[in-house]
């Protein structure tokens, strides 16, 4: 998803005021552009306001190349965000993550390498 300049000026302007669509909208709109330093700003400031979604997300990302391979902060951000009583898809995305974290599931990259093309 790329956004026109006008829709992402208001998205940005959305997403400052608390709209978690807004965000989401604004982290595709960074991926998808490769602009990955904007990506995760994204993503924190929906972290910062307990969205567990984008707790979710940014564990992701914190655990990839990527993101620099920050096992422990991915680590601490899935389970503050499981303490917070996420919806069930939520729960199990994050406790699959935290599994390959902790290397408890075998045939998924380990923290700090990148999915297979």
């Not at 608390?18 to 552009?33: F, I, M, N, P, V």
């Amino acid at each position: 998803m790329v956004l026109s300049e006008k829709e992402l000026q208001n998205q940005i302007s959305m997403a400052e005021g608390g709209d978690a669509e807004a965000r989401l909208k604004l982290e595709w709109h960074y991926s998808t552009r490769g602009d990955m330093e904007r990506y995760r700003y994204w993503l924190e400031e929906g972290a910062a306001r307990m969205d567990v979604s984008a707790m979710q997300r940014l564990a992701l990302f914190l655990s990839m190349e990527q993101g620099g391979g920050d096992c422990k902060r991915a680590m601490q951000i899935l389970e503050q965000g499981l303490r917070l009583d996420p919806p069930e898809s939520t729960r199990a995305l994050m406790e699959m993550d935290l599994q390959r974290l902790r290397h408890e599931r075998i045939g998924i990259p380990p923290c700090g390498v990148g999915f297979p093309d």
